[in-house]
């Protein structure tokens, strides 16, 4: 299967931690990446190959994998990061890549 | 500094032709995929196709075969995405990025995005 699944929103107080899963059979044996897309502007590449994080992106920002899901948590979450975030990996083939649903991240 | 400039807004009629442009500087721009991606509103992303401009691999999501075009011009480090028919529900955000999203390649850089109205 090439889906990738994300929870639709998230809601959290400013300096809580936001963990965002993204499952999909694919993820075992894909790496994943993570985008964060606010109104407005562009997508930004948050994480790259399950974990890594490209300069300039905030340490609170990380990634992590299990098996076939995997997570993006944002440590102590800022007012700033209110925005959808989508995970991405390539599909079975390993040829086209398939973006997840996804999530919708409140700062109350 | 990698930056990928987007051709301005299109307002069309369902049935017109559209062409629209995702011009690249900053790296070699035979070396990585581009991609578009498209964000109809309210809706999340989603992948259309990609080109290699080094060889012009080019692949096309399901969704999307037979519906676009997908080209490049190395000579001045552009890629394209056309349509031969428009319709209303391609009405959308547009966005190029550099890479492919598959293997270790992330999507690291994405233009600022084209928005396509498509209305009679």
């Known amino acids: 299967s090439s889906e990738l699944t994300q929870p639709p929103s998230v809601s959290m107080s400013p300096g809580q931690t936001a963990r965002i899963t993204c499952s999909g059979e694919?993820?075992?044996?894909?790496?994943t990446f993570w985008y964060q897309k606010k109104p407005g502007q562009a997508p930004v590449l948050l994480i790259y190959k399950d974990s890594e994080r490209p300069s300039g992106i905030p340490e609170r920002f990380s990634g992590s994998s299990s098996g076939t899901t995997v997570t993006l948590t944002i440590s102590g979450v800022q007012a700033e990061d209110e925005a959808d975030y989508y995970c991405?990996?390539?599909?079975?083939?390993?040829?086209?890549?398939?973006f997840g649903g996804g999530t919708k991240v409140t700062v109350l | 500094e990698v930056q990928l400039l987007q051709s301005g807004a299109e307002v069309k009629k369902p049935g017109e032709s559209l062409e629209i442009s995702c011009r690249a500087s900053?790296?070699?721009?035979?070396?990585?995929?581009i991609t578009w991606v498209r964000q109809m509103p309210g809706k999340g992303l989603e992948f259309m196709g990609m080109?290699?401009?080094?060889?012009?691999?080019?692949r096309y999501s399901p969704s999307f075969q037979g519906q676009v075009t997908i080209s490049a011009d190395k000579s001045i480090n552009t890629a394209y995405l056309q349509w031969s028919r428009l319709k209303a529900p391609d009405t959308a955000m547009y966005y190029c990025?550099?890479?492919?999203?598959?293997?270790?390649?992330?999507?690291?850089?994405w233009g600022q995005g084209t928005l396509v109205t498509v209305s009679s």
């Open positions: 080109i290699y401009p080094g060889d012009s691999d080019t």
């Open positions: 900053g790296y070699s721009f035979s070396t990585y995929f």
């Open positions: 990025a550099r890479g492919g999203g598959v293997g270790e390649s992330p999507l690291d850089s």
């Open positions: 694919a993820l075992s044996k894909q790496f």
């Open positions: 991405q990996s390539a599909d079975s083939s390993g040829r086209y890549p398939v």
